[in-house]
């Protein structure tokens, strides 16, 4: 990682619950319990791996406040924490921080802002952005190279939109908002209607709203509205190569895993988990709290609180059945032919 943290200043980072052993080595590196060496720091995030404590090798480990098993070794220090996974991610953006640290605030000199456009404090604006007309560009926002900000977009503060991100006119991004590479935010609609034998396009007028502490991917698309607005909420995590489409309405707090897909007007409550390769049919609601398993297709409502399998979805103690079943096919086939072959012998 490039940095090390002394012991000392590691548990400065994480305030720990207590901390047994020492070690004076430094630490330089992260390593999983099996295979971490001396210089690594290592955690235990799962109880399955309870046993590889013992026999680790890292100079520090993350250990979670009840721990109770082996001691540390020689030069080997113990770290307790309520949860070591959260205690490591804070430690990563330390790590984080260092590596990648925020641009220094200022406009490239080959970057085209709009005289109407409005620029907060500490902005950095990178090389090759435009930046359309009355965009208001709010304070400590960083726009790395080859952004494109339409025109009238609004970005909160302290929001990050990397490099070759496209954010489409009217959109409106709120506070601590990151935007990954190469992700495009109010695109139009895919709308169209058959007229006549023809394919005629139908004029998408909405707007984005993302809310404040959300995240999306690589590659993601996420289309304006036909009318009104296509809506992320509040601290939503959306991962890379998702399409959101026209007038969806996303919820706070959602997970939205790799490759989903959400047709258009699809409304996804609070704290909803889409798991990889979802897809979700245009018109559909899904309650909040429900969770959508690996390469589910929903069709229909789901209710808050479900969990859904399968494709075409359906609940999960259904589906677990049916996969008990699948598994039995192939005997009951055999079986199936051997009684037939006694009836045709008689």
């Keep these: 990682m490039a940095l090390a943290f002394s012991l000392e200043q590691l548990c400065n980072v994480v305030d720990p619950i207590r901390v047994e052993g020492s070690t004076t080595v430094p630490l330089s590196n992260i390593g999983a319990l099996d295979s971490a060496k001396p210089g ?144 495009v935010i109010g695109a139009d609609g895919f709308g169209f209607i058959p007229v006549d034998g023809k394919i005629e396009k139908i004029p998408q007028i909405g707007n984005v709203v993302i809310e404040d502490d959300v995240e999306i991917g690589a590659g993601t698309c996420i289309d304006r509205a036909r009318f009104s607005s296509t809506r992320v909420g509040k601290g939503t995590k959306i991962d890379n190569l998702v399409q959101i489409g026209h007038n969806c309405v996303i919820g706070k707090y959602c997970f939205v895993c790799g490759q989903a897909g959400m047709a258009g007007s699809t409304t996804v409550g609070d704290y909803v988990t889409l798991a990889g390769q979802v897809g979700l049919a245009g018109h559909i609601k899904i309650g909040d709290k429900a969770t959508i398993g690996a390469q589910c297709g929903v069709l229909g409502d789901v209710e808050p609180g479900a969990t859904m399998l399968d494709s075409p979805a359906i609940p999960i103690g259904l589906a677990k059945k049916l996969m008990v079943l699948k598994m039995r096919l192939p005997d009951m086939f055999s079986r199936i032919k051997a009684i037939e072959k006694q009836l045709a012998d008689k």
């Design 40 to 183: 690594d720091l290592a955690f235990l995030g799962n109880d399955k791996y309870h046993a590889q404590v013992a026999t680790c090798e890292a100079s520090a480990i993350l250990v979670p406040a009840d721990y109770v098993g082996s001691s540390p070794k020689e030069n080997q220090a113990y770290i307790f924490v309520e949860k070591p996974s959260y205690t490591l991610a804070l430690i990563c953006g330390q790590i984080e921080a260092a590596l990648w640290p925020k641009p220094a605030a200022g406009t490239h000199p080959s970057a085209v802002v709009a005289p109407s456009a409005q620029i907060g404090k500490g902005v950095h604006v990178g090389a090759f952005c435009v930046v359309g007309e009355n965009a208001k560009i709010g304070d400590g926002v960083v726009l790395e190279a080859h952004t494109t900000v339409g025109n009238a977009v609004v970005i909160g503060e302290n929001s990050r939109i990397e490099s070759g991100a496209r954010i489409g006119a009217y959109t409106q991004i709120g506070a601590r908002v990151h935007v990954l590479p190469n992700a």
